[in-house]
Structures are given as C-alpha cells and as structure tokens.
C-alpha cells in the first residue's frame, strides 16, 4: 500500500504537485491521468525518493519512505522512464539484467529471466538480446525499458508513461499483456498516461491531475459516470461517454452463457467473451442483427449475447 | 565492404599530379663530401637515371587511371600498389647511391632531398586516403603501415644505404640513440601517466564541487599559456635552490636541470587538456541514462563506475591521446636544459649545422608521436558504444 498525505512539492516558486492526498492500495493499479506539466511525473519520482518532497508524508505499507535506504527501497519498485533511459554502452540483455545483478541474483537464473521477459514483450531473445540501445526502434526500447522494470520482480511498479512511443496496435498488445500480468501478479502499480483510453483500460482507480492537483480519484466507471468538474468531463470526452462506458465491461460479464461449450463453424466475425461491450455493439450495428454467438479464447461457442443485454450491461 | 562502384574521387588524381610535379621539380637526394658542407643536388632522372624516372612516372599514371573509376576489385590493386610503391621507395635512394656518390672519398655521404620526402608524403597520404574511402578495417589500416615501416627499416640497415647520411649519423650515436629513446619515453610517458591521476583527481573534485571549477579550469589554463622553454627555465630556480638546501634531493636525481623540472613542466602542460577533457566526459553523461541508473536501485558508487565512468571513457581516453602527443612533442624542447631525450640530436645538430642529425632526432620524434595517437585512437575506436 502507498500512501500519500498532503504531499507537495515545488520548484522555486513554482508549485509542480500541490498538496495531494492519494492512497493506492495493494495490488491495485492506480493511472495518474492529466494533460502534459500537470505534475503526474513528479508525484511518481516523489515515491521512489529519486525527487525529495517539499512536504508531507509519503508511506509504502506504513513506513515512511524517508526512514528507508533509498537505494533498498528502489530496488524493490520497478521503475519505467518516460524517456526510456537505457544505457547506451550495454546491450538488451544486460540493460534488462541490471536489477537482478544489483540483487546480486545468479547469473542463470537472471539469463532465464531476461530471456522470459523479452518473449513477453515481444522481442527475441535470440537476436534482440545482443542489440545496443541505438539499434532499437523507439517502441522497441520503451519495451525494454518495461522488461528492465519488471526484471527484479519487484513489489511495486512505476511506469512513467510507458507506451508512449508506440503504434495503436503494439500498445493494445501490450496493454493486454499488462493486464494478463497484472491478473497473476497483482502488483501494486502507478502508471502516468495523458491518454485517458488507456486509463480507462488499465486502472482499478484513475486520479485525474491538472496543475499539481487531484481533480478526481476513483474507479473507471465512477469517472465516466459521475465526473467531478468540468475539466473530467472534457478529459473523457462527452461525446463518446456511453460507448467508453461499454468498453469498460467484457461480454462474459453478461452474455446468457451455454450449459455445454460446443465446437461450431467458425465465422468471419467472432465475438469473443473477453471482448468489451463496445465491440460487441459495434458487431451488431455493422452486421444488422439483434443477437450475436460469444466464443471463447479456444474457439469455441460458450454463449450468446442480445442488443438488450448489450444496453443493459452499459447502463 | 563497397560492393558498388564509388564516384570517382579527384582528391587521388590531384595528389598523384602533385606527387608528379615534386618529384620532377625538387632533388631527390644530395651527394655531401663530407657531414657539414651542404652538397650538390640531384632530380629524379639525374639521381636514378631513366629508369627509376619511368618507373616513378608510370605509377603516378597508374595511381590516376585507377582512381577515375573505382570499383571494388580497383581498391585492391590501387592499395596494393601504395603499399608496394611506400614500401620500395628507399631503394631510389640505393640505386642513387650506388650511381652518384664517389668511391675514393670516405666522408662522402647522401642527404636526402626534398623530392624524396615529399614522394613519400605524398604516397602516405594517398595511401590513407584510398584506406579511408574503401573502409578498410582496422587490422588491414595496421598491417599496411606495419609492413611500410618494417620494409624501410629493414632497406635502412643494408649495405646499401650505409652511405646515407642519416644512418651515418645513426651508427656514430647507436648507444646514444637508445639512451635517447628511453629517455624520451620514460619522461613523456612517466608525466602523462602522473597527470593522467592529478587530472582524474582534479576533475572529480570539479564534478562535485561547482565553485572549484573556475578557478581549477583558470590554473592549468594559465599553465597553458606559459610558453614551454620559459616555463622550463623558470623551474631550473627553484629546484637548484630546493636541492641545494636539502643534498639528499641531488642523490635522487632532483636538481635545477635535467629531468626534475622537465617532467614538473610536462606535467603542468598535461594538466589542461586532461582535466578539461575528463571533466566535460563526466559532465556530458546524458542526465536520463543516470537518473534511470539511480532509479534502478544503483547507490552512487556503482552509478559512477557502472555508467558514468563507461561513457566518459572514450572523451578521457581522447584527453590522454591529446596530452600524449603533445608530451612527445614537448620532451624533445626539454634537451634544453638538460632532460636527454631525442631532442638532444635536434639542437646538437643545429648548433653544428648537420641537418642529418636534426633529422635523426626529430624523424623519431614524429614516429612516436604518430604511434602514440594510432595505438590510443585504436583503444577510443574500441571502447566507443558500437
Ligand atoms: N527539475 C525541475 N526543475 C524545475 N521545474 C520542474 C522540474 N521538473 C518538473 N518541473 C515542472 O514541474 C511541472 C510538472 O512536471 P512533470 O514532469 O511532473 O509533468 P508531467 O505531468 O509528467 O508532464 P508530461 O506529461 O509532459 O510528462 C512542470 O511545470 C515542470 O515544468
Ligand atoms: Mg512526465
């Protein structure tokens, strides 16, 4: 559990995070969301002490941070950097390697890790793995740089806008596959974005910041439902508030489920029960119908789903 | 490796015309009755006769036909050529020897002319550039210069040229040519290795403590300025007195001349570009790559050897080839008070007016200094991040 309490933190005069309260309770993933200088990076250098505070308390389960030796306390919280930061005179495998050997782990249990991570990403642990930073790709670094945080298997993650680079479907790759993890691993996590659909995605709770402030703190749905200002309610978008609000529930949640899975043709199409309500929706306008067969991941026929059922899940 | 043609480059022709017109228009070597009177001289087809004028011409024409369009396969036979041609080269003189010098009179000897050396720089530098532009690698930019230099030095200890005034020179001072050459190394090497701490440690301390970099930076720039011969000077004062005062000082060897203040002065010299150098390596670590070492979990000491040290290392290693050279250089002024080294040859050979033995002290000089910046270049290449 993080806490923070009244923490501000300024630069000369100027106020960078203003007096902010937030409590990010184990195994949650908390989003800090805001547009660009509003604060959001700052917060999270303030908790692994890479940035003194100017005041306040800030408590990793109950203990002060500031009573911890800060180089302890940051080995066991995974850190991804906006701007990737690797080092540019190793190669992948030993960027991705230099918490477990600050852990002192032995050398084949960190290769094993290494390797593992990099399939995870989707890089290759044949070819990357010898590459320097400069011979990656933008997208391809900031995956290393996600690899490096979770390399040391730590307590907590920090993740500073860690997707930025990268194109529409590597991200949503890699948006399933932070939550895949998240699922097993229930790490305790604070991710910056200024994109409010991946915070939507990602987050059990979303702190909406704008100049060094809190505007808002709660879960996706709560936001979308009840924004606290006008300032939310521009950030989701009020056009599209609905379908954000399908999106944020899966159609297992609410399809009338078969008693026997059966094996049936495969369609063009497929609905799968881990997909949202919006592409649900989506489906059915474009293909005309009022009801629609629901697959599971291994293809087969486990439900089906209705328009009213889609509509009603929503509401 | 090209596989494609490349443009042709008119830098080869243009020094291959000017290698032409030098070779035509200077002597190529100088026939001395005896070590100090200067002789008469003699061109290209008057030293080697039509034979080595053909041969000479036919090679610059080759040099230029083959560089209008250079394929891959061209590149090998023009580096091929170079190399012959450099390695060769000694053998003009031989052949000049052999016609021109008098058999009857002993102290008669042969200088090397102008169009000899300019022959030679020339083949040099058209040499490096066709190495340049065919990428050649390290170990084939190594093997060509090894293979020139041991080929001169093998042409220079035949009976052939033992009539050459430099090798002349040579073997009347053989003992105290590599008296000389250990001299020179062991104080230009000695003072950049003691600077290269002085400096590691001066600049440390500048990183960590921003108002001592003002006036550090002020002290070793001023120590710059001090012209070298006045600087040398200036210590032979102090350490005459010093050692004076304290006899045992005089059993070490530190006296008002000699090495002492020698290496003190190179020292100060070694100092600007080393600090500089290694202060703006450790400056210039981008401020990311550290703040993610320090968000990683590293404590100071492993951000300092762990990343800062790594990257700063090909800046600090330019530093020591910067200060290397210029010691080399700078040894050869201390024989004025007394340090040895090859400077000694230099200013004996100028106050007896025998060019040769000016030759015999700065041609070494040169050569260290240009080993000096290959070797260390070599190392920079090395640790640079690919
Ligand atoms: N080292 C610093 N010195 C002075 N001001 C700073 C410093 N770091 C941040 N600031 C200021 O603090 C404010 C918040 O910066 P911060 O980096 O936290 O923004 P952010 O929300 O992460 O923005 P972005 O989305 O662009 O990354 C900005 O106005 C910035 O100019
Ligand atoms: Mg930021």
């Known amino acids: 559990m993080i806490e923070l309490k009244g923490v501000t933190r300024r630069f000369g005069d100027a106020v960078a995070v203003d007096n902010i309260n937030l409590t990010i309770e184990t195994g949650e993933v908390c989003v800090l969301v805001g547009s660009s200088g509003c604060g959001k990076s700052t917060t999270l250098r303030m908790i692994n002490r890479l940035l003194p505070r100017t005041s306040g308390e800030i408590l990793v389960d109950g203990e002060d941070i500031n009573n911890a030796d800060p180089e302890a306390l940051r080995l066991n919280m995974g850190y991804a950097i906006q701007s990737t930061g690797l080092f540019p005179h190793w190669t992948v495998a030993r960027n991705i390697g230099v918490v477990p050997d600050l852990l002192k782990w032995p050398a084949r249990k960190r290769d094993e890790r290494v390797s593992e991570l990099l399939t995870l990403l989707g890089l290759d642990p044949a070819t990357d793995a010898i590459k320097y930073p400069h011979q990656l790709s933008g997208g391809q670094a900031q995956r290393v740089g996600v690899a490096r945080a979770l390399a040391g298997d730590p307590n907590i993650l920090l993740m500073d806008e860690p997707f930025g680079a990268l194109d529409a479907i590597t991200r949503e790759n890699l948006q399933q596959e932070m939550l895949r993890i998240q699922r097993h691993l229930n790490k305790t996590t604070v991710f910056v974005t200024h994109d409010i659909d991946e915070a939507l995605k990602l987050a059990t709770r979303i702190a909406v910041m704008d100049q060094g402030r809190i505007i808002q703190h709660d879960t996706p749905e709560a936001i979308l439902r009840r924004p606290a200002s006008a300032f939310v309610e521009n950030l989701i978008g009020k056009g599209d508030r609905g379908l954000k609000l399908l999106g944020l529930r899966t159609v297992g949640d609410v399809m009338a489920r078969h008693l026997l899975p059966s094996q049936s043709e495969p369609l063009v199409e497929v609905l799968k029960e881990t997909d949202s309500l919006r592409v649900a929706l989506s489906i059915m306008v474009w293909q005309n119908s009022d009801e629609l067969p629901v697959f599971s991941e291994a293809g087969e026929a486990v439900g089906k789903v209705t328009r009213e059922q889609l509509l009603q899940g929503g509401a | 490796m090209p596989v494609s043609t490349k443009p042709p480059t008119r830098v080869l022709p243009a020094l291959a015309l000017a290698a032409f017109a030098c070779v035509w228009l200077l002597d190529l070597g100088v026939v001395q009755p005896n070590r100090i009177v200067s002789g008469t001289g003699y061109g290209l087809y008057a030293a080697t006769g039509w034979f080595g004028a053909v041969v000479v011409s036919f090679l610059l024409a080759v040099v230029i036909?083959?560089?209008?369009?250079?394929?891959?396969?061209?590149?090998?036979?023009?580096?091929?050529?170079?190399?012959?041609?450099?390695?060769?080269?000694?053998?003009?003189?031989?052949?000049?020897?052999?016609?021109?010098?008098?058999?009857?009179?002993?102290?008669?000897?042969?200088?090397?002319?102008?169009?000899?050396?300019?022959?030679?720089?020339?083949?040099?530098?058209?040499?490096?550039?066709?190495l340049g532009r065919y990428k050649a690698s390290r170990r084939l930019q190594f093997s060509v210069v090894l293979l020139v230099v041991v080929s001169w030095w093998f042409c220079a200890s035949r009976e052939g040229l033992s009539s050459l005034s430099l090798i002349r020179e040579y073997a009347n001072r053989a003992d105290?040519?590599?008296?000389?050459?250990?001299?020179?190394?062991?104080?230009s090497l000695g003072a950049v290795a003691i600077s290269a701490v002085l400096a590691f440690g001066l600049a440390l301390a500048m990183v960590r403590r921003e108002r001592l970099r003002r006036p550090l930076l002020g002290l070793v720039s001023f120590m710059q300025t001090i012209p070298s011969l006045a600087l040398f000077g200036l210590l032979i004062a102090p350490l005459g007195a010093l050692s004076a005062a304290y006899p045992f000082l005089q059993t070490l060897g530190i006296r008002g001349i000699g090495w002492a203040p020698a290496m003190l002065a190179l020292i100060a010299y070694s100092l600007l570009p080393m600090v500089r150098n290694t202060y703006v390596a450790l400056m210039e670590v981008p401020e990311p790559v550290v703040d993610?070492?320090?968000?990683?979990?590293?404590?100071?000491?492993?951000?300092?050897?762990?990343?800062?040290?790594?990257?700063?290392?090909?800046?600090?290693?330019?530093?020591?080839?910067?200060?290397?050279?210029?010691?080399?250089?700078?040894?050869?002024?201390?024989?004025?008070?007394?340090?040895?080294?090859?400077?000694?040859?230099?200013?004996?050979?100028?106050?007896?007016?025998?060019?040769?033995?000016?030759?015999?002290?700065?041609?070494?000089?040169?050569?260290?200094?240009?080993?000096?910046?290959?070797?260390?270049?070599?190392?920079?290449?090395?640790?640079?991040?690919?």
């Open chain 2, 176 to 187: 105290q040519f590599s008296q000389a050459l250990t001299t020179h190394l062991s104080l």
């Open chain 2, 65 to 130: 036909v083959l560089a209008t369009r250079l394929t891959p396969k061209r590149f090998g036979a023009l580096i091929l050529l170079l190399t012959t041609a450099l390695m060769a080269q000694p053998l003009l003189l031989e052949v000049f020897a052999l016609r021109k010098l008098p058999e009857d009179s002993a102290y008669a000897r042969i200088g090397i002319g102008a169009g000899f050396w300019c022959l030679a720089f020339f083949l040099a530098l058209m040499l490096l550039e066709t």
């Open chain 2, 292 to 386: 993610a070492g320090r968000g990683m979990g590293m404590n100071e000491r492993q951000i300092f050897f762990k990343v800062k040290l790594p990257l700063a290392l090909p800046v600090i290693i330019e530093g020591v080839r910067i200060t290397t050279i210029q010691a080399i250089g700078l040894t050869a002024v201390a024989a004025l008070i007394g340090a040895g080294g090859f400077g000694t040859f230099i200013f004996q050979g100028l106050g007896q007016a025998a060019m040769d033995l000016v030759l015999l002290g700065a041609l070494p000089t040169v050569f260290l200094a240009l080993a000096a910046d290959a070797i260390l270049s070599a190392l920079k290449f090395q640790r640079a991040p690919r």
